[in-house]
């Protein structure tokens, strides 16, 4: 099955710093999401982002299908930007969400 | 925008009993899912249910374990005789179709004792 790697595993910011998360996949994909899982457990998803580029206030995401990776950019980090980001794709052949390991955050103030 | 929801939030029981989370999906989504995340590990996949049928299921997903959508609008999976090791945050997700985006429950942290 494909594979789904996310570097780093953690990272540790000031606040206010920018930071970028990249998620490696092995196989074509017809779906990617970023994820953040909040310190009470919850999925909030991010974005919805097989191709290009999209951007939400101070998050913006990139995928490179062709070359199998996408990036995660967050500007001015907070605190309530700490925890877990989760890439998740879709391969081509299946109809399921496969989970990265994660980058887990700390941002602190 | 619209919600999964998921219920109860939290639940504990004793090994051995039987234990039943509820999922309502978004109304017009037609795939749906459970997904397990035991504490500190990354989040697996348990099964998907399309057109009133399994059409997917992970190696986890043993005789233990059952889905099903009763109602039309209810989602719900069932252990039937829990282990320790079934200890996990659980969570129910929805899509709409083959080129949409999942969207995920807030999940039920069950608790085996």
């Known amino acids: 099955g494909i594979q789904v790697e996310q570097s780093p595993p953690d990272l540790i910011l000031q606040e206010g710093a920018n930071s970028t998360l990249r998620c490696n996949f092995s196989d074509s994909v017809n779906n990617l999401q970023w994820f953040h899982q909040n310190p009470w457990g919850q999925l909030i998803n991010l974005f919805y982002?097989?191709?290009g580029t999209k951007q939400n206030g101070r998050l913006s995401a990139t995928t490179v299908a062709t070359e199998r990776y996408s990036l995660l950019y967050i500007s001015s980090s907070q605190t309530t930007d700490s925890g877990v980001y989760f890439c998740?794709?879709?391969?081509?052949?299946?109809?399921?969400?496969?989970f990265g390991s994660g980058t887990r955050l700390l941002v602190r103030p | 925008e619209p919600e999964v929801t998921q219920t109860p939030s939290h639940q504990v029981t004793q090994m051995g009993q039987e234990v039943i989370l509820r999922c309502v999906p978004i109304?017009?989504?037609?795939?749906f899912y459970w997904y397990r995340q035991i504490l500190g590990q990354k989040v697996e996949f348990l099964v998907s249910f399309y057109n009133n049928e399994i059409s997917e299921k992970s190696e986890i997903f043993d005789d233990q374990f059952s889905v099903e959508r009763p109602d039309g609008s209810n989602f719900t999976l069932k252990i039937r005789s829990t282990k320790l090791e079934d200890s996990a945050m659980y969570f129910c997700a929805s899509k709409r179709g083959t080129n949409s985006g999942y969207t995920f429950g807030s999940g039920t942290r069950l608790t085996v004792v």
């Open positions: 982002i097989p191709s």
């Open positions: 109304s017009n989504h037609l795939y």
């Open positions: 998740a794709v879709e391969e081509d052949s299946s109809y399921k969400l496969i």
